[in-house]
């Protein structure tokens, strides 16, 4: 299924990607991986409990997903533009949340075993590479310059 999907993946973007220039692809994913980087560095080495941070970031995430639909039918230049500024606030903050998540449940590994804990490896995986790649997207709206 996560072979299935990372192709899936991969294809969409293509499409997306073939509408930006290649050297505004190249700064756009520059940013993101520093922003990422960052952001992972927060989340990894925080004392601060990012739990109750990360379910308001999930209802925000809910919110954008919304707005993105109304957005589809009504076509506004204006509302694209705050919800792509929300959509890297709240990925920026999923990345630390996420990133925290992931540390407690890897220090935790001796709950899980076998197939258990490589489950969630893979999981976590995921929730990362999701993170990245929407971060990714919705920096792209500001950054990139289509051809």
Do not use: C, H, P, W
């Not at 294809?11 to 990422?36: D, E, H, P, R």
């Not at 927060?42 to 990012?50: E, K, P």
């Amino acid at each position: 299924m996560f072979l299935f999907y990372s192709i899936l993946m991969g294809m969409s973007l293509s499409f997306i990607l073939l509408a930006y220039t290649s050297a505004s692809v190249f700064s756009t994913f520059i940013v993101t991986s520093g922003t990422f980087g960052l952001m992972a560095l927060v989340g990894y080495t925080t004392s601060t409990d990012l739990t109750k941070f990360g379910s308001i970031l999930m209802m925000a995430l809910v919110g954008i997903i919304l707005a993105s639909v109304v957005n589809f039918f009504m076509k506004s230049g204006t509302m694209e533009y705050i919800i792509s500024i929300l959509g890297v606030l709240i990925f920026t903050g999923l990345t630390a949340y996420d990133v925290q998540k992931l540390k407690r449940i890897g220090m935790a590994t001796g709950e899980y075993q076998g197939e258990s804990r490589d489950k969630l490896a893979i999981m976590g995986a995921l929730t990362l590479y999701l993170d990245f790649i929407n971060l990714f997207l919705f920096l792209l709206r500001f950054l990139g310059n289509r051809k």
